[in-house]
């Protein structure tokens, strides 16, 4: 019972910052003007403003703050549904499917775009002096996939809760 709580503790710290994070994240949009200059790093992605097209990447990276507060906010309440009497609580498994769903589609919106960008534009940004390519360690705890497959395995849990219930609720109908 002590991990659940500290889960449930970890999750309300986690969310309190992403949310402020998420509400000051709009800002990006006034702040990516092509006069200022600044460059963005956007999942270890350094972009910058040369295009219109960047503030659709801004605005789906926005996007995906918001969904990282979305996914966090379903793995809270289904922290609060764990309890080791009551393994297949109603709504664990939509709430986890709903998280699942949210980081998969939060970590391609908050990747891809800024990895087309720069590559759609690479001539533009290889020419300045704040961007050149280096060296990666490659896959991380913040790699895209590691995200994506963390998304995949909470839907995938969802199922097995959710067969997992059904099967109890067979079960405890039987003689």
Not at 6 to 17: N, P, Q, T
Not at 92 to 108: D, N, P
Not at 118 to 147: A, H, I, P, Q
């Amino acid at each position: 019972m002590g991990w659940i709580r500290f889960l449930r503790a970890l999750l309300g710290f986690v969310f309190l910052f992403s949310l402020m994070a998420a509400i000051g994240s709009p800002v990006y949009l006034f702040v990516a003007s092509e006069r200022l200059g600044f460059s963005f790093n956007v999942g270890g992605i350094l972009i910058r403003n040369i295009d219109s097209s960047f503030y659709v990447v801004i605005s789906l990276v926005v996007l995906s703050q918001f969904l990282f507060v979305y996914m966090i906010h379903h793995l809270k309440k289904a922290s609060w549904l764990l309890a080791p009497r009551k393994a297949f609580a109603g709504g664990l498994s939509r709430h986890l499917h709903l998280a699942g769903i949210a980081c998969v589609i939060g970590a391609l919106l908050n990747r891809l775009p800024a990895f087309i960008y720069k590559y759609w534009f690479f001539k533009e940004l290889r020419g300045d002096s704040g961007f050149s390519e280096g060296l990666n360690f490659g896959f991380s705890f913040d790699s895209l996939l590691v995200l994506i497959v963390f998304g995949v395995f909470l839907i995938v849990l969802s199922k097995i809760i959710s067969v997992s219930s059904s099967i109890k609720e067979e079960n405890d109908l039987t003689i």
